[in-house]
């Protein structure tokens, strides 16, 4: 079963004046789009790796599960493809993002300070991951959150990455995801998306990890 | 004999503790040798601009203070905090070094001329023809994965042209080639004129590639 583009839950222009129209059309439409293509073709002799599900797959990434020659387009798109799904789903109108719940914000003030001290931290991960990359909030496997930034196309379920979470909240920093109405202002662009966060489905994605799950996409 | 001894130690302690003060260099960004918008309709004024004044010239202040962290780190002795800077000496380093090779490369399509001489000779005998070494060369640029860059290097030791591709800000020298072109790809290259379509920029680059520069780089690899 080959992988498919997932709609939006919300129209290109809803995230305005965050992020722009156009961005989010070639993100979507073309960028994600890029990756669920090539992940289809690399795995379209491998049935059985292509039903192992996107989380699995991604789980995959750097075991011998993966064939070294599919091994960089797997990470790769593979990675895109998850990373790409998790995100839409944790963006929403500027209207429609609220906070978060009561048990996620005792967990941020618990592992960090406060919704403040998270978003130094975070906001910093996001501004110092060199070349092209995303940030992550997630759950640690003691419990905890913590934040990490990891490269290409890579995330923290992946067993390459320096460190293992289950991701909550994530940010892609590549430049196609901000330079039309950024350029390279990226501190501007990481600070206009808290005003876009689907802390509904952050919090979602929080019990979910609490309950030792990834989050569903 | 004490005094001697006391003296000798002196010298001693001096040499261990005492640090050579060390030049610190201020790198600058360049002048370009055309305005921002000469490279039209191939790569815009307004990227170019950005490219320069913006990227560039944040490589620039970020290698100059990382480089001034070092120094003050260095005086101190704090071995820790002078390997902690290396990460950004890299990347703002390598950053600058490329960008400045860049710059030169690149020419006004009204003054482009096509490659001659020896570089014409060596890329003919590699790869059958210049066509050819295109094809190849942009193929590989638009495999970059994330951001980094394709180059043309010269082996010299092998006496040979090779196309090389390195992420982030990676110089070339690290691959102990010397870089003759450097073809950016990292999206802010080229995103606000071709969006996605990293090869539509690696197509049209070479409306652009300043051939003499890249002849003269050879000549002088070869000294």
Known sequence: ?217 | MALQFAAQRLLLLKETYVVASRGVATFKLPELSYDFGALEPFISGKIMELHVTKHHAAYVNNLNNALAQYAEAESKGDVAKMIALQGAIKFNGGGHVNHDIFWTNLISPKDFRPPSGELLQKIESQWKSIDNFKTTFSAASAGVQGSGWGWLGYNKGADRLEIVTLPNQDPLSTTGLVPLLGVDVWEHAYYLDYKNVRPDYLKAIWNVVNWKNIEDRLAAAKK
């Open chain 1, 1 to 217: 079963m080959a992988f498919t583009l997932p709609a939006l839950t919300f129209e290109y222009q809803a995230l305005e004046p965050y992020v722009d129209t156009t961005t989010m059309q070639i993100h979507h439409t073309k960028h994600h789009q890029t990756y669920i293509t090539n992940v289809n073709n690399a795995l379209e002799k491998f049935p059985e790796l292509a039903s192992l599900g996107i989380v699995d797959l991604n789980k995959a990434v750097g075991t011998d599960k993966i064939p070294k020659e599919l091994a960089t387009v797997v990470r790769n798109n593979g990675g895109g493809h998850w990373n790409h799904s998790f995100f839409w789903k944790v963006l929403t109108a500027p209207t429609n993002s609220n906070g978060p719940s009561a048990e996620l914000k005792a967990a941020i003030d618990a592992s960090f300070g406060s919704m403040d001290d998270l978003k130094t931290k975070f906001n910093a991960a996001a501004t110092t991951r060199f070349g092209s990359g995303w940030a992550w909030l997630g759950m640690k496997p003691d419990g905890t959150l913590g934040i990490t930034s990891t490269p290409n196309q890579d995330n923290p379920l992946m067993p390459v990455a320096d460190d293992h979470l289950v991701p909550i909240l994530g940010l892609d920093v590549w430049e196609h995801a901000y330079y039309l109405k950024y350029q390279n202002r990226r501190p501007e662009y990481i600070a206009a998306f808290w005003n876009v966060v689907n802390w509904e489905q952050v919090n979602a994605n929080f019990t979910a990890a609490v309950g030792g799950a990834v989050p569903s996409l």
